[in-house]
């Protein structure tokens, strides 16, 4: 398997291979933390089911994971954080930034 199918992965700082990363849907961008890295933030949110919601998670309207607020940017214009987190964000924006610039 070649160098380019693998990603090292922002949250535990592995190497891991394409598949076990969420592709973002509708673009070819692949958020930064692996599967069990998504997972692990999954199964705290089925924790925390039947407790009081709080502001200091918010789910992910891209990869659909509970995180904390800080891993999401405030958009002061509606008062409100963006609905995709940080590096779904950031994905988002290299895919389209590499889409503007036409694919050579
Ligand atoms: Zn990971
Ligand atoms: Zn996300």
């Not at 933030?41 to 994971?65: E, F, H, N, V, Y």
């Not at 779904?88 to 389209?96: D, L």
């Amino acid at each position: 398997m070649n160098e380019h199918s693998k990603k090292k992965c922002r949250c535990c700082q592995k190497t891991k291979t394409l598949d076990m990363f969420h592709r973002l849907e509708g673009t070819a961008a692949i958020h930064p933390f692996c599967r069990p890295c998504l997972g692990a933030t999954s199964r705290r949110r089925a924790a925390l089911r039947g407790t009081r919601r709080t502001d200091t998670t918010r789910a992910c309207a891209q990869c659909d994971q509970e995180l904390p607020v800080q891993m999401f940017h405030w958009l002061r214009a509606s008062g409100s954080y963006h609905s995709y987190c940080r590096p779904c964000h950031a994905a988002y924006m290299a895919e389209r930034y590499r889409r503007l610039q036409g694919e050579r």
